[in-house]
């Protein structure tokens, strides 16, 4: 448990104050990188490891039925397709705005993080439920994810009085980092492994993309820190993931 206080204690830390650094000392007026082919990398960095870890997460639960690794699995599914959309929606790029380009970016972070929570949620009683009906469940959801851009895209109002709630549901995004990393915290203290030191790791991490958007502007240096920042922390989830037990990820059910 001290372990895991101190980790998360420094990984906020270190990111946070990285990215204070780079606001004071090396962000300037001009400091921009406007580079499409850049962003486009990172992006697909981001969508493999997200896909990956999703799959991963996935495999695991048809083997342990651990409704945990199912939250996990489509968590990274809907950061995986919404950083797919996000790539594409790029200002300059087809005919988007930069309205759209945000609204892809920050409200799929905040559902990913939504989900995360259910990592506190005690669902025994439903396990072999949720399990019989999870082709149904994957099926509506990826359905959901993929109906929601047309959505977005068909309805500009709604567009609109999204893009008009980002600075919300940027910060919600960051609370509900915060209170997976303490429930982790709280729920594992007995049962540390070395997914839940990455999970809460990578979590604390996170919180910092809940904070950034408020200081950068599209394209300059605290940007970029914000995306490398992003692939970090889901490299650390997928390298917890690649080390555990694929027939067994978490230890309860």
């Known amino acids: 448990m001290k372990k895991a206080i101190i980790l998360s204690t420094v990984s906020f830390l270190v990111s946070f104050g990285a990215f ?32 990956f870890a999703a799959y991963r997460a996935y495999v695991s639960y048809s083997y342990s039925k651990n409704v945990y690794e ?60 949720i399990y019989n009906k999870r082709s149904k469940i994957i099926a509506g959801f990826i359905a959901a994810t993929v109906a929601y851009p047309i959505f977005i895209l068909g309805t500009p109002p709604i567009a609109e009085y999204i893009g008009s709630k980002l600075d919300i549901i940027t910060g919600l995004t960051a609370i509900s980092f915060l209170i997976s990393a303490l429930i982790l915290l709280v729920r594992y203290k007995d049962a540390i492994t070395n997914l839940i030191l990455c999970l809460i790791v990578s979590f604390s991490i996170l919180i910092n993309i809940g904070i950034i958007p408020f200081f950068y502007e599209e394209w300059n240096i605290v940007w970029w820190y914000f995306h490398i920042l992003t692939l970090v922390a889901f490299l650390i989830i997928l390298t917890g993931l690649l080390r555990t037990d694929k027939y067994r990820i978490t230890n309860n059910g």
Do not use: Q
């Open 70 to 129: 199912l939250f996990l699995a489509l968590a990274f599914y809907i950061f995986g397709f919404i950083f797919l959309a996000h790539g594409v929606f790029v200002p300059g790029f087809l005919f988007f705005d930069e309205m759209l380009f945000d609204i892809f970016e920050h409200t799929g972070l905040f559902l990913g993080s939504i989900l995360f929570l259910g990592l506190g949620l005690s669902l025994s009683k439903w396990r072999e439920d």
């Open 20 to 51: 204070i650094y780079i606001l004071k000392r090396v962000a300037t007026p001009d400091l921009f990188v406007h580079n499409h082919l850049l962003h486009g990398a990172v992006m697909i960095a981001v969508c493999l490891v997200s896909f």
